[in-house]
């Protein structure tokens, strides 16, 4: 099993806030520190304002020296995969090949209109994100000495050098998601890893298996995949600290253990290994507190262990 740190910076956070979960997650035995890439917070003012993701994951190259860093997800809505491509690749160098690109439709309408990026219906967001995914992945795998062409119904590449290379031979790709018909053939396709972010263990299971279908139609082996889930953590050593953390975080005991990894070590381990009987091998756990560094301890402590 695999085990992230997954945050939510639109949320409120500066730089430094994430820096120092970044090195707690590295300094307590973590795989990876992921962050969402929004614009805008849901529910609240989000002071002191957000955080671009891939600035925010350049710094963290220099400031980390071993967790997997990405994004889950960054919405194919923000970038042209040209840029994107370039930005991955020198955040990928900078960090010594330890990038991940989860790539999404995008769905946050309001944050489109708060900052004047352009927001289609959701087919052509799907055709984008198809195309970004395309000249992504096509520009890292074209030869050193070599040009890179895509004609498509939003982008264009001519005579692109496609440089720079990213260090990692592959930087996986993560989707996600719960499309029925188009994130499973994107994923068939394009990725290393889905994602079933925020599903319960049967919608997490019948994700799995589409995804395993769209494999088998385009004959690829499901075997090369990764499948994971992303959920928020809460976890204490009895119901008292279990309810503070909760708290701290806007929810009762019983939200944060309907909707999460909560409760006690032994409860949280029970619904991981839930979700290990489906099939998930990579968890992101979630962290909405970003100034409890001793959850993120806690945690690796007497949870991980276990499993």
């Not at 997954?6 to 090195?23: D, K």
């Amino acid at each position: 099993m695999d085990f992230r740190i997954f945050t939510e910076p639109q949320q409120g956070a500066t730089y430094e806030t994430l820096r120092r979960v970044a090195v707690a997650a590295e300094d307590a035995g973590y795989d990876g520190f992921f962050r969402s890439d929004h614009y805008l917070a849901m529910g609240s003012e989000g002071l002191p304002g957000p955080t671009d993701a891939w600035t925010t994951l350049a710094a963290l190259a220099r400031d980390t020296r071993r967790v997997r860093l990405g994004t889950l997800v960054s919405s194919a809505t923000f970038r042209h995969p040209g840029v994107l491509a370039v930005q991955v690749a020198q955040v990928d160098e900078m960090s010594g090949g330890r990038v991940e690109l989860g790539l999404g439709t995008g769905w946050y309408e309001e944050e489109h209109r708060a900052y004047g990026i352009p927001f289609p219906p959701l087919r052509e967001r799907f055709d984008r994100l198809a195309e970004q995914l395309e000249v992504v992945t096509g520009m890292w795998a074209t030869p050193v000495g070599s040009t890179f062409d895509f004609t498509g119904e939003h982008y264009r590449l001519e005579g692109s050098p496609a440089l720079p290379k990213p260090v990692q031979e592959r930087v996986p790709v993560i989707v996600g998601g719960a499309g029925k018909r188009r994130t499973p053939a994107l994923t068939a396709r394009h990725a290393t890893e889905y994602n079933a972010a925020f599903a319960g263990v049967e919608d997490a299971a019948a994700a799995y298996e589409r995804v395993r279908a769209a494999c088998a139609e385009t004959g690829r082996d499901a075997g090369e995949l990764t499948f994971s889930i992303a959920l928020p953590v809460c976890a204490g050593r009895d119901d008292a600290e279990v309810a503070r953390r909760a708290a701290a975080i806007g929810r009762t005991p019983e939200q944060a253990r309907a909707g999460g990894f909560a409760g006690t070590p032994g409860e949280v381990v029970e619904k991981i290994s839930r979700y290990a009987q489906v099939g998930a091998t990579r968890f992101y756990l979630q962290v909405l507190d970003l100034d409890d560094l001793d959850h993120v301890a806690f945690v690796a402590e007497h949870v991980l262990p276990q499993l």
